[in-house]
């Protein structure tokens, strides 16, 4: 094995980042290498890529980023069990302490003290990625890598629609980023009686109709409230999987809910917002969640499953880019576009 392999780095504050030749990461006896096959490109990566006010309080440079990974184990420690060379892995890229009182309940998705792949340690645009044993998960082979590498995200999609009965239930999925187009099949093979999904921007919004949305919903064009009312004679969803962070997608999704309905809240407000509780929430029984991360395990053996019943296969329209990690600036630019769904990274493509 060579020695050096290239990376992308944050080597400073502000836009951008830089491709360089760095040391391979060496590994302790409870850390797996592994060999970066397929890397995509996530909401954080953009944040930190951009260099956002989120970035700059959080991120210290120098630093690989990147944490949606695909590949295969190349060295393990001297104390690893969990897999061997040759293993083809994924990785859960919430680093817990398995000391707080959420670790010690079980909660590891709620850790207090937790540090994420690519943010707070060296990830995994590069050519390989050192990561924790207790962060490995071993796939499939008859994955694909680029499927693998999305199984991260995917959590969150599932985490979120699954947090419920979805079983003979209407779903309205607002915002069409990547996880919430993630979430269309996801509620469908869950049993949803109709998924509706609400996005400003078209091309996504199509790209969900790929993937099975029953109702496409464009709010600058169509009243968001009737046209859920209108699917589920008169009454309202009852899921709404809130997928944008956007405050007006979010009063939109409470109120184009039923009385009682569920409302799972996983995009983030990038400010605090205005929400009228009273009459929206509290005397119409709204019941609101919080999701945040994966349950670990549950969510990523819930994939597994998902997967092998072919949701593999639905989501490969999903994928409409592969870049080499040289592309890493026209990959930004793309996903800031908005035309276009999720892009993977391969180091091994040839620019």
Known sequence: MAETMRAL??????PGATLQEVPIPTIGPRDVLVKVRAASICGTDYHIYTWDPWSAGRVKPPLTIGHELAGEVVAVGREVTACKVGDYVSAETHIVCNRCPRCHMGEY?????TKILGVDTDGAFAEYVAVPEQNIWVNDK?????????Q????NAVHTALNGDLTARSVLITGCGPIGIMSVPVAKMAGA??????????YRLQLAGQLGADVLINPTKQDPVEVV???TRGY?????LEMSGNPTAIRQGLKAARNGARISLLGLPGRPLELDLAADVIMRGLVLQGITGRRMWQTWYQ????????????????VTHRMPLEQIDAAMELMGSGQSGKIVLVPDLKA
């Open 109 to 113: 998705h709620l850790c207090e003290n």
């Open 303 to 318: 994939v597994r499953s998902l997967y092998r019943a072919g949701l593999a296969e639905r989501l490969r329209p999903l």
């Open 193 to 202: 009686e109709i998924v509706m999904a609400m996005d400003i921007n078209e």
């Open 142 to 150: 008859d994955i694909p890598f680029e499927l693998q590498s999305i």
């Open 9 to 14: 780095r944050k080597l400073e504050a502000g």
């Open 236 to 240: 309202g969803a009852d899921v709404v």
């Open 152 to 155: 991260e995200p995917l959590g």
């Open 229 to 231: 009312r209108s699917y």
